[in-house]
């Protein structure tokens, strides 16, 4: 079991900046795959970025540039650094964590979520 706790989201204007941080505590946070996903009002759930354990990154096209996605596997924590917000990034961000253990089995956690919006 995992259990994950999001903090950091507010009221940004246009141009602003925020820092998520995700804390994982109950299992090995270092083997786990991360992932930043948020969801606004009658939208669908979608990735924002995702960090595996060895570090690689991805992201969605729509925050390429702007935002960076870290990890401290020493704190237990996961990072989304947001710059040159928009209000379209405006929604409740989520942090996950998920691993796979064979062909079959998957272990998948969600964190309660922290709400970000973007207006002036």
């Known amino acids: 079991q995992v259990q994950l706790v999001e903090s950091g989201g507010g009221l940004v204007q246009p141009g602003g900046s925020l820092r998520l941080s995700c804390t994982a505590s109950?299992?090995?946070?270092?083997?786990?795959?991360m992932g930043w996903y948020r969801q606004a009002p009658g939208k669908q759930r979608e990735l924002v970025a995702a960090?595996?354990?060895?570090?690689?990154?991805n992201y969605s096209d729509s925050v390429k540039g702007r935002f960076t996605i870290s990890r401290d596997n020493a704190k237990n924590t996961v990072y989304l650094q947001m710059n040159s917000l928009k209000p379209e990034d405006t929604a409740g961000y989520y942090c996950n964590a998920y691993r796979r253990y064979n062909k079959y089995e998957s272990a998948d956690y969600w964190g309660q979520g922290t709400q970000v919006t973007v207006s002036s």
């Open positions: 109950g299992s090995i946070f270092s083997i786990y795959t």
């Open positions: 960090i595996t354990s060895g570090g690689d990154t």
